[in-house]
């Protein structure tokens, strides 16, 4: 079974611009987390999809969007591009237990790299 | 809210050394915990889980036992790697459905 895809995997903007990353998750699996990885900051939650609804929000400002399309496949959007953007940003697909009492493992994608000049 | 503790790295051992990485947590019910690695360059991989007090998650060696007196979910192993070195994040999941990661731990293991 074929794992998480994220493309591009690596990216360089400069501020002002606005940049859309993609993941393709694991086939069957119709949770889509999205996180921000910085040396600073460690690894934070920025939202995730189910069923091509947001079910969950991190506290990230609103130049942070997403969405997720009908095949599961998801995007996320940063406005405005800050310095402050440059990260490692990590898409993790998971298939939820029956009930949705709480995650299953995610399955982590290689991330894209996205560099903000 | 939830959180997630875990010790200062880097941790640096010799080869075949053991290997204790700590973890303590903060949640509201019963969240189930992860031990999740990531290599230079790639993302995160769920090491082991545990969804239940008293539950103890292995994998290649590495263990851990939900500790929910202690709240804890310390990483162990008894004899480590080069190939082991990497970072490791502790995370739990819970009632708010939002997972919490710690800060990760850096290991270094020298041959």
């Known amino acids: 079974k074929a794992g998480v895809t994220q493309t591009p995997r690596y990216l360089i903007k400069t501020r002002g611009q606005q940049v859309t990353l993609s993941c393709s998750p694991i086939s069957g699996h119709r949770s889509v987390s999205w996180y921000q990885q910085t040396p600073g900051q460690g690894l934070q939650f920025l939202f995730e999809?189910?069923?091509?609804?947001?079910?969950n929000k991190g506290n990230f400002p609103g130049r942070f969007s997403g969405r997720q399309f009908s095949n599961s496949r998801s995007e996320m959007n940063v406005s405005t591009l800050e310095l402050g953007d440059s990260a490692l940003y990590l898409c993790?697909?998971?298939?939820?237990?029956?009930?949705?009492?709480?995650?299953?493992?995610?399955?982590f994608g290689p991330g894209t790299r996205l560099t903000v000049l | 809210g939830n959180s997630v503790t875990q010790m200062e790295g880097p941790v640096t051992l010799s080869e075949e050394a053991f290997l204790t990485i700590n973890c303590t947590y903060t949640?509201?019910?019963?969240?189930?915990l992860f031990w999740y690695v990531q290599y230079p360059g790639e993302g995160l991989q769920l090491l082991l889980k545990?969804?239940?007090?008293?539950d103890k998650g292995s994998n290649k060696g590495f263990e851990a036992t939900y500790r929910k007196e202690t709240t804890s979910f310390h990483l162990e192993k008894g004899s480590v790697q080069v190939s082991d070195s990497a970072v490791y994040f502790c995370a739990l999941t819970g009632g708010s459905y939002i997972p919490t990661f710690g800060r990760g731990t850096s290991l270094i293991v020298h041959p």
């Open positions: 949640a509201t019910g019963y969240p189930s």
């Open positions: 545990a969804t239940k007090a008293d």
């Open positions: 993790a697909s998971s298939r939820l237990t029956s009930g949705g009492s709480s995650y299953n493992e995610q399955f």
């Open positions: 999809y189910f069923s091509e609804t947001q079910r």
